[in-house]
């Protein structure tokens, strides 16, 4: 298995860490055979060395040698069989990473991504090509990180009639949010945050809630077969959940946690009050979902929904499955 790296940050080298952790679990050969970050490339048919090339981005800012031009252009330059996509979301236009993800399946070839901004933005589309070329198209870290839901409800709930799932699937809001309950006002939670490395500088696809849209419409596309984007979800952030009403809630018994939840009709984010104790009321960066489901009734998940090594799990899964349907 041939894989190309799109993207040497926190999820790239966390994904070559774990290939080279794990590596006597292929009973085949598994090789990189390119990587490339903003500025640079690397290529190697015989396979290149995941710890090198960590420690290479590490000392020297750059995955390789060679001067980045374009991505499809280093894509075309080797012979491959997965690329993990794992370059910057641009909930926009969906950013390179969409034209990396659109060429790969176009060529046949299998994509493994995390990135939210082609799925939020071209689900359907891009289902449709891979399906049409016999590639596959896995995503299960994109939604919860390394808490399996994607998988878990399209493979092993297969059968069942998923009718809703409700979940928090940002860890800065719930950090920011869990702070709050101890008193803190917003700003001073999310300063908190970003110390923390929890939040960006620019905490803006958080906290307004754009990240956690973006995966009720991953989760909408793939486990609810809508043909939704990102522009039809209902979205309210938390920037104006005020320390006012967190007091209000905790006086009732409940607090705020900005909620994701999807079914066939709803498609909504916003800050809603959870009863404390209730399996939605965790607090922390954790991630946290409940689906609801016609035989099995609900069933409860939690998780990292972020880091380096958490999310380089769920692509492990995802590769390990396409190397069984391959075979
Ligand atoms: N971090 C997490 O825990 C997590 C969890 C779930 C999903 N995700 C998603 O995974 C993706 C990567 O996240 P991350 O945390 O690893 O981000 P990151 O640390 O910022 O790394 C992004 C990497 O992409 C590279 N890059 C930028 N533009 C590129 C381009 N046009 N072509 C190829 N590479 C390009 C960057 O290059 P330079 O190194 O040269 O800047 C960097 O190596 C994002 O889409 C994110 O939403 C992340």
Redesign the pocket.
């Known amino acids: 298995m041939r894989i190309v790296i799109?993207?040497?940050?926190?999820?790239?080298q966390g994904f070559a860490e774990v290939l080279h952790l794990k590596s006597d679990l292929f009973d085949e050969p598994v090789k990189i055979v390119a990587a490339?970050?903003?500025?640079s490339y690397v290529t190697d048919s015989g396979g290149l060395d995941p710890v090198a090339l960590v420690n290479r981005k590490k000392e020297t800012?750059?995955v390789g040698p060679n001067r980045m031009g374009s991505?499809i252009d280093v894509l075309d330059s080797v012979d491959y069989d997965v690329l993990v996509e794992?370059?910057?979301?641009d909930i926009r236009t969906g950013?390179?990473?969409l034209r990396h993800v659109e060429h790969t399946l176009r060529k046949g070839k299998d994509v493994i991504t995390?990135?939210?901004?082609p799925l939020a933005l071209k689900f359907n589309k891009l289902n449709r090509l891979a399906k049409k070329k016999g590639s596959i198209l896995r995503f299960e870290?994109?939604v919860g990180?390394a808490m399996p839901i994607i998988n878990l409800c399209s493979e092993n709930l297969r059968g069942e009639q998923v009718r809703s799932i409700r979940g928090i699937f940002n860890g800065t809001c719930n950090f920011i949010l869990s702070r709050m309950d101890t008193g803190l006002p917003f700003e001073q939670a999310l300063k908190e945050a970003q110390q923390l490395g929890y939040a960006e500088t620019d905490p803006t696809y958080d906290i307004e809630g754009i990240d956690t849209a973006c995966k009720v419409v991953i989760l909408a596309n793939s486990i609810f077969n809508r043909d939704v984007t990102f522009a039809d979800v209902s979205i309210t952030g938390i920037t104006s959940v005020s320390s006012e009403a967190i007091a209000l809630a905790a006086d009732q018994g409940m607090v705020i946690r900005l909620i994701g939840e999807v079914s066939d009709t709803v498609l909504e984010v916003s800050p809603r009050l959870v009863p404390k104790g209730h399996p939605l009321s965790v607090s922390g960066t954790l991630n946290t979902a409940r689906i609801q489901t016609d035989l099995a009734g609900t069933i409860t998940i939690s998780g990292k929904?972020?880091?380096?090594i958490?999310?380089a799990s769920a692509i492990l899964s995802d590769l390990m499955a396409i190397m069984d349907s391959r075979r």
């Open positions: 799109a993207g040497f940050g926190t999820v790239g490339f970050d903003s500025k800012g750059a991505g794992v370059s910057p979301t950013g390179e990473g995390v990135n939210k901004g870290g994109s990180g929904g972020a880091g380096r958490e999310t």
